[in-house]
């Protein structure tokens, strides 16, 4: 582990090479999606190539990747068996050089007092829920136990008496994960995404080819996004699948042809709102602190007010990239977006 090295970026610099596309909006949640040419076909993911992933002791899990690429492990990873096992979590993203196994021992459990071990192939991958993936940086030190106090606040907050055991989340609410994730579709192109909850950045995702970015989307949107999705439902009293327009249509409208100009005048204020948004955010800087070096890649981790996450680097290309906006900071960020007082 290298923890010396700290380099300042932009968020700018993050998104270098990409361009917005047509924003997605289902209730409080939007989706701009980063489109670009410059998909780098040197990397997969465990998905992409249904790669061999096992656990050979509680916080130990382990990969095989049978190709002639990089695998990227995407940062909080989530592996969920069944039957029963112990499930785990990465606290971090992994590299695994081409046709090499590699085993990660900062790995988390997150099914409380489970037995057993997963088995290469038996598995279904997931991100960890916004709510845990601050945390799950922070505790990369500790035993294997160290995320099921955070899982079971989670759980707790969404009314759910689960305890440290994540699959008490997935089971609840797999109806409204499986809604929510199909209402949100990749585009040609995308390698990315900025993702907004109620007109504010939750969170940016980069992915270094357009496959690898279809391969973790459904992953990022369901459990890690859509479990956010569902906690702002519930603060606002609302479904999660709530109309597409937050905002109530005017009145008098007489016709159809008013209608479709209502909506897309509403439509319009809302996509401005959500680019005015990461605009303010193009400027904020990163401090990025090395934690691994393999064959000539950086694994860098975020230190910022703003943002927690990890960057995967190649030289000054940024190639991977998965930033969720920190928790103190989502939950401050409307007062600090407020007007000042004049009189």
Not at 5 to 31: E, F, N, Y
Not at 178 to 186: G, H, I, K, L
Not at 321 to 332: E, G, H, K
């Amino acid at each position: 582990m290298f923890r010396h090295r700290t380099r300042k970026i932009r968020l700018a610099d993050v998104l270098h090479g990409c361009a917005p596309g047509r924003i997605q909006s289902v209730g409080d949640m939007q989706v701009i999606p980063l489109v670009s040419d410059l998909s780098d076909e040197r990397f997969v993911s465990p998905v992409e190539v249904e790669a061999d992933v096992f656990t050979t002791d509680y916080g130990t899990i382990g990969f095989r990747n049978t190709t002639d690429r990089v695998m990227i492990v995407p940062c909080h990873a989530g592996y969920v068996v069944k039957p029963a096992v112990q499930d785990h979590a990465m606290l971090r993203a992994g590299l695994v050089g081409a046709n090499r196994e590699r085993k990660y021992d900062t790995a988390a459990c997150i099914r409380q007092s489970q037995g057993g071990y997963i088995r290469r192939g038996a598995y279904q991958m997931l991100i960890l829920p916004y709510a845990l993936r601050e945390r799950a940086l922070q505790l990369r030190g500790e035993s294997y136990s160290k995320l099921w106090d955070a899982i079971g606040a989670f759980n707790h907050d969404l009314g759910i008496q689960g305890g440290g055991r994540l699959e008490f989340f997935l089971k609840h609410f797999r109806e409204e994960l499986d809604e929510f994730v199909a209402e949100f579709e990749c585009v040609p192109r995308q390698i990315g995404a900025l993702v907004l909850a109620d007109d504010q950045v939750v969170g940016v995702e980069r992915a270094p080819s357009h496959a690898y970015w279809q391969s973790v989307w459904p992953c990022l949107i369901r459990e890690c996004y859509g479990s956010l999705a569902i906690r702002v439902a519930q603060l606002k009293g609302e479904r999660v699948r709530a109309p597409a327009s937050r905002v109530p249509l005017p009145d008098g409208l007489e016709s159809l042809d008013d209608l479709d100009a209502a909506i897309a005048e509403i439509s319009a204020a809302e996509d401005e709102r959500a680019k005015a948004a990461v605009r303010s955010l193009l400027d904020c800087e990163l401090a990025l602190t090395q934690d691994e070096s393999t064959a000539g890649l950086q694994i860098e981790t975020v230190e910022s007010e703003r943002f927690t996450g990890q960057v995967i680097r190649d030289g000054k290309r940024i190639v991977y990239a998965s930033l969720p906006v920190a928790q103190q900071w989502a939950s401050d960020e409307k007062w600090q977006d407020a007007q000042p007082f004049a009189i």
